[in-house]
């Protein structure tokens, strides 16, 4: 593991799991959860049920805090760019 990264242990589907984010998104993340007044391992399992199977949960946990930050609900980050039409 990166030296960056900040490993956190989960249960989810009650398994045992850990993770590892940079600080910055694990900030996010507890951001996302104290809005929602929800314990953070709780926001990551309700986040979790929405991950597409084959998909890391580290990198579908980045997405959504980006997401957030961004303002963007995950529909708009799933979409392909849309491409600005060629120049005459």
């Known amino acids: 593991m990166s ?3 900040k490993k ?3 249960m989810l589907s ?3 799991t850990s993770v590892a984010l940079e600080p910055e ?6 951001s996302m959860a104290l809005q929602q007044a929800l314990p953070l391992p709780v926001l990551v399992a309700r986040l979790d ?3 597409s199977p084959g998909q890391s ?3 579908f946990l980045r997405v959504r805090a980006l997401g957030w930050v961004l303002g963007q609900t995950p ?3 799933t979409e392909p760019p ?3 039409p060629s120049l005459p």
């Open 3 to 5: 030296a960056h990264l």
């Open 8 to 10: 956190r242990s989960l």
């Open 14 to 16: 009650g398994h045992d």
């Open 25 to 30: 998104f694990w900030q996010v993340l507890e």
């Open 49 to 51: 049920t929405e991950r």
């Open 57 to 59: 949960l580290a990198s």
């Open 75 to 77: 529909e708009l980050l």
């Open 82 to 84: 849309v491409t600005p």
